[in-house]
């Protein structure tokens, strides 16, 4: 009997990237040469290139974020909302975080200056059953009802803007990380990258195994951070 890839004793970075070339179980292919590096890299070559600290706070200063529609959150984070090119964590009861999870995707639409033009779109990534179609609806509809008539967009189009993915497992979880990278080349219109919630399919699917659960998590983690500073957006 096959045994799924993640419950093989490899870091969590072999995980990622058996789950990329699509192996979900031992059997499906040689690990060896699936985790071989390409051979015209050499260890140079996965060197990141340095960067000073006065191009970091640089950075830091001019770089956009999203705000997220609540003036007390926005002020708890510095009074601009989410940073982009960052990954940000909010943890909250599972009934307020699915809300608050739902008002950060429409956030994303409110007109300038609130937000960034051109990046109104969000994907959200379900993990625990938490995202509901008519919760999204009636949010939207109240947050359109907030603005000026001439500036109210469509319920309707606001809805068509957050892009659901979902993924129950840990596996699911990291191979669709993995795979948003061509997603979001795809997708220049996304500026937020939201999963609803990292933590829980690593407890589901190994209860048992806290050092399995903390290397997939930092894995897990390891790939927003990628994705956010890759393509500019919060996460």
Do not use: K
Request: glycine share 4%; proline share 10%.
């Amino acid at each position: 009997m096959s045994r799924p890839v993640l419950s093989l004793r490899l870091p969590a970075a072999a995980h990622t990237r058996l789950l990329r070339a699509g192996f979900r179980e031992a059997a499906d292919a040689d690990a060896d040469a699936a985790l071989a590096p390409p051979p015209e890299l050499g260890p140079s070559a996965l060197l990141p290139p340095a960067r000073t600290a006065a191009e970091l706070a640089r950075q830091l200063r001019e770089q956009p974020h999203v705000a997220t529609g609540l003036p007390a959150l926005d002020a708890l984070l510095g009074a601009r909302g989410l940073p982009t090119a960052a990954v940000s964590e909010l943890v909250a009861h599972p009934a307020a975080a699915a809300a608050l999870c739902l008002r950060l995707c429409l956030a994303t639409q409110l007109p300038p200056p609130a937000q960034q033009p051109g990046r109104p779109a969000a994907v959200y990534v379900d993990t625990a059953g938490a995202f509901s179609a008519r919760a999204a609806a009636c949010a939207a509809s109240a947050i359109a009802r907030q603005l000026p008539p001439a500036a109210r967009p469509d319920p309707a189009a606001m809805l068509a803007r957050i892009h659901v993915f979902r993924a129950y497992a840990a596996h699911e979880l990291i191979a669709l990380l993995a795979s948003l990278d061509r997603v979001l080349r795809s997708r220049p219109d996304v500026g937020l990258l939201l999963v609803n919630s990292v933590s829980w399919p690593f407890l589901a699917s190994f209860p048992d195994d806290v050092l399995r659960r903390q290397a997939m998590h930092a894995e897990a983690a390891r790939l927003l951070a990628a994705l956010a500073s890759r393509h500019r957006i919060a996460a």
